[in-house]
């Protein structure tokens, strides 16, 4: 971002850039503020089957439990 901005790209858009309050030069990223900006990419649970059966829900098992749900949005 700092290279893109020494170039002269618009970055006022892009309110989650952290800067440093002395160069004005980026930082750091306030993740909140980006996932906000960027929303979301998919349907959350997207291949967390709520039965519990897909072979996703398999990766997640445990040495008790063979399936387990990886998102706590397919668990409720």
Same mark, same amino acid.
């Not at 649970?45 to 997640?60: C, K, M, P």
């Given at each position: 971002?700092n290279k893109a901005?020494a170039?002269?790209?618009?970055l006022?858009?892009?309110?989650?850039?952290v800067?440093?309050n002395?160069?004005g030069?980026?930082?750091?990223i306030?993740?909140?503020?980006y996932?906000?900006?960027v !929303? &979301? *990419?998919?349907a959350? @649970?997207?291949f967390d !089957? &709520? *039965?519990?059966?897909? @072979?996703?829900?398999?990766?997640?098992?445990?040495s008790?439990?063979?399936n387990?749900?990886?998102?706590?949005?397919?668990?409720?």
């Amino acid at each position: 971002a700092n290279k893109a901005q020494a170039k002269g790209t618009d970055l006022s858009k892009h309110t989650y850039f952290v800067r440093d309050n002395k160069t004005g030069a980026i930082k750091d990223i306030n993740w909140e503020a980006y996932n906000q900006f960027v !929303s &979301r *990419s998919k349907a959350p @649970g997207a291949f967390d !089957s &709520r *039965s519990n059966d897909s @072979g996703e829900n398999s990766l997640f098992g445990t040495s008790t439990t063979d399936n387990n749900h990886f998102t706590i949005t397919a668990a409720l």
